[in-house]
Nanobody, 128 residues
């Protein structure tokens, strides 16, 4: 089955940036799988951050991510990225990527129960 591996997390100061990667294997993402990024902060429920459609033609962002985060995909590398800028302490969380099969003309949504494949997560800590 589809496998996802996140990387790129770390410790960063407030205002800093990171680029998170979600590398897929076993299957090709393009035209088949939409990919979403979710995060879970300590003591909180997991929440959706952003997603990108299977062809990359549409994206969705949570209000907390708009203007600061950018999702993109490099289909040659079978990888989806989340560029996170202007980081705040409240962005501290484990960030997960997830995938689901989705028709090429459909937009993705940030409902985690609709995603079938999940990575193990990468920790992002924002602290001075």
């Amino acid at each position: 089955q589809l496998q996802l591996v996140e990387s790129g997390g770390g410790l960063v100061q407030p205002g800093g940036s990171l680029r998170l990667s979600c590398a897929a294997s076993k299957f090709t993402l393009y035209d088949t799988y939409a990919v979403g990024w979710f995060r879970q902060a300590p003591g909180k429920e997991r929440e959706g951050v952003s997603c990108i459609s299977s062809r990359g033609t549409s994206t969705t962002y949570a209000d907390s991510a708009k203007g600061r985060f950018t999702i993109s995909r490099d289909d040659a590398k079978n990888t989806v990225y989340l560029q996170v800028n202007s980081l705040k302490p409240e962005d501290t969380a484990i960030y997960y990527c997830a995938a689901r099969k989705l028709g090429i003309f459909r937009s993705c949504v940030l409902r985690e129960n609709e995603y079938d494949y999940w990575g193990q997560g990468t920790q992002v800590t924002v602290s001075s």
